[in-house]
Nanobody, 125 residues
Framework: VQLQASGGGLVQAGGSLRLSCAAS????????VAWFRQAPGKEREFVAA????????YYADSVKGRFTISKGNAENTVFLQMDSLKPSDTADYFC???????????????????WGRGTLVTVSS
C-alpha cells in the first residue's frame, strides 16, 4: 500500500490542524496506521497509532489529550486532529502502515513497512 500525507501548514500556537493519510493500492483494513514526526536535527518520534480493526488507539505522552487519531469513513483514510498546538510540535509529519495487533506495542518506526512523504507542520509562537 502506498501512503500520502497531507494537511500540514503554518498555524499559531494554540491553533489546530487536521492531517490526512490516504492509502492507494490497498486499504488500511488489515493494518495498524501511525503518525510519526521529525523535527530538524532530531530523530523521528512516534506520535499516535490506530488499529483499523477495532479502532484501538495509542498516543505518545507528549500529545495525549491534544491530538486525536481516527479512521475515515472509507477504509483508506486516517486522520490526525491536532489541537492546542505548541511550537514544539513543529516537524515533518509522516504516516506509516504496518501489520500489528496491539498498537500500544507499535511505537517503533521499524515496525512499519509502508511510509508516505512528510507534510510539514509549523507552529509559530
Amino acid at each position: 500500500v502506498q501512503l500520502q500525507a497531507s494537511g500540514g501548514g503554518l498555524v499559531q500556537a494554540g491553533g489546530s490542524l487536521r492531517l490526512s493519510c490516504a492509502a492507494s493500492g490497498g486499504t488500511f483494513r488489515t493494518y495498524a496506521v501511525a503518525w510519526f514526526r521529525q523535527a530538524p536535527g532530531k530523530e523521528r518520534e512516534f506520535v499516535a497509532a490506530i488499529r483499523w480493526n477495532g479502532g484501538a488507539t495509542y498516543y505518545a505522552d507528549s500529545v495525549k489529550g491534544r491530538f486525536t487519531i481516527s479512521k475515515g469513513n472509507a477504509e483508506n483514510t486516517v486522520f490526525l486532529q491536532m489541537d492546542s498546538l505548541k511550537p514544539s510540535d513543529t516537524a515533518d509529519y509522516f504516516c506509516a502502515a504496518g501489520r500489528g495487533l496491539i498498537v500500544s506495542s507499535m511505537s517503533s518506526s521499524n515496525q512499519y513497512r509502508s511510509w508516505g512523504r512528510g507534510t510539514l507542520v509549523t507552529v509559530s509562537s
